[in-house]
């Protein structure tokens, strides 16, 4: 889920209310037969169908109008899937408000926060949005995409914020994650997977192994 500006277009609001109505009951029903077999997130077309809305954080917490946001997103509660979320540091404040009002939900934010900002300002608003969403026990953490604002794999910079990422979170709640096919644009996923072990070779063995693959594997439930 990407979080987009407050401020959208009149144009954008028609189109919402006749693109996303409610979830009807057929739509649910199919809900049920993907659970069924097994499938456990949900691809983009399908949450955009789910959701009722944009995939907006900001507008589910803040603007009334977004109810039915809000209300199709405790239907993940009933079959037990997670929701993928994608926000900026700026964006934590009302992503964490988002995540405490659902605590039945596990929710997997994704590139270990969007780090884009390398200021000392940038990184101290992405360690305070952190910090506030590792709080939340129904908080996880894709270390991935942390080439995606250098366009290039950078060892140096995954270790500094893949370490301090699992130093808030803890190994149980963070999951390596390649961000390919964008990644492949600068790097092999071979070179990517090497840069990431040799950054967190630091950590102990068994939280390494919970990064490559135990946390993945119960998040989505591969076993």
Not at 47 to 68: K, N, R, S
Request: charged share 20%; proline share 6%; net charge neutral.
């Amino acid at each position: 889920m990407t979080c987009y500006p407050r401020h959208m277009t009149g144009v954008y609001q028609w189109l919402r209310r006749r693109i996303f109505p409610p979830v009807p009951a057929d739509i649910r029903d199919d809900i049920a037969l993907l659970r069924a077999h097994r499938v456990e997130t949900l691809t983009p077309a399908l949450f955009l169908t789910l959701a009722a809305t944009t995939p907006t954080a900001i507008y589910a917490v803040v603007d009334p109008e977004y109810e039915g946001f809000r209300d199709n997103l405790a239907r993940l509660q009933d079959h037990g899937w997670l929701f993928e979320l994608q926000v900026f540091a700026g964006q934590m404040k009302d992503a964490a408000a988002l995540v405490r009002a659902f605590p039945g939900i596990r929710f997997v934010l994704l590139h270990a926060g969007m780090l884009e900002d390398l200021s000392p300002a940038g990184r101290a608003a992405w360690s305070e949005g952190m910090q506030r969403l590792a709080d939340l026990p129904n908080m996880y953490v894709k270390l991935s995409g942390l080439g995606t604002f250098l366009h290039r794999v950078d060892e140096a910079h995954i270790a500094d914020v893949a370490l301090q990422t699992v130093a808030w979170f803890g190994s149980s709640r963070c999951a390596f994650g390649s961000n390919f096919p964008i990644e492949k644009l600068w790097s092999s996923y071979g070179e990517l997977a090497a840069a990431y072990r040799r950054a967190l070779s630091p950590l102990p063995a068994d939280d390494q192994a919970a990064i490559f693959s135990g946390t993945a594997r119960r998040l989505y439930r591969l076993d």
